[in-house]
């Protein structure tokens, strides 16, 4: 039995994955670039992301610092404007509070993440929450996940993870904790054949846990 969950956060609790490949999509065209979905997903698989293609298209490090910050910007105005609510989140959460604890940890930036939550009901389900700027190393490395154990004082055994790429999967795997991966349209094609579960809702954790 399940006492812990920690929840990747985007295209877990919110969907943003493809609001943050556009907003990197419409920065590189910018300056001519076209990025690539398939390539994204791969690099992002390894932790790597939009810059990888600028840079092997011979953009300068000086412009990729411009448009970086400019695709921060048109993120934020996606989270501001775009629908990314995931039906019958909240309700599943409010469900899975009575039998477990639950945290997120995520790879969202500190400033994106109070953005999103500003008038969400989400974290209030949650014990704690560690972004990006909580930990040294992004997934998939396993530290984020490790600290996540740490912040609970939880064993590997009775705890958790929930999420929705290849990444987080491999950060779960390499810290030692099963994983439960979420269906999400813009992750579908990535291998997910080392989770525990496969769910296509949140709810159904309540028969895993």
């Given amino acids: ?34 990025l690539d979905k398939d390539r994204y997903l791969r690099d ?40 990314i609510e995931i039906e019958g989140v909240v309700e599943a959460l409010a469900e899975l509070s009575q039998h477990v604890r639950m945290a997120i940890v995520t790879t969202a930036k500190r400033a994106d993440f109070e953005i999103i939550h500003e008038k969400r009901r989400i974290k209030q389900f949650m014990d704690f929450v560690l972004v990006r700027d909580d930990y040294k190393l ?12 740490e912040r609970f004082g939880a064993a590997k055994g009775e705890t958790l993870v929930v999420e929705d790429s290849s990444r987080g999967l491999s950060s779960a795997v390499a810290a030692g904790i099963d994983c439960a991966v979420v ?15 496969r769910i296509n809702t949140l709810t159904e954790l309540l028969d895993i846990i």
Avoid: C
């Fill in 44 to 83: 992002m698989a390894q932790g790597l992301g939009t810059w990888t293609q600028a840079r092997a298209a011979g953009v300068d490090d000086a412009t990729i610092s411009k448009q970086r910050a400019a695709r921060d910007a048109y993120y934020q105005e996606y989270l501001r404007t775009e629908a």
């Fill in 138 to 149: 992004a997934k998939p490395h396993p530290e984020p996940y490790l600290t996540g154990l």
């Fill in 183 to 197: 269906y999400n349209e813009f992750t579908k094609a990535q291998d997910f054949s080392q989770a525990s579960h």
């Fill in 1 to 34: 039995m399940k006492k812990y969950i920690l929840f990747d956060h985007d295209g877990v609790l919110v969907d943003t994955e493809f609001w943050y490949f556009r907003a990197g999509e419409r920065a590189l065209a910018e300056i001519g670039v076209a």
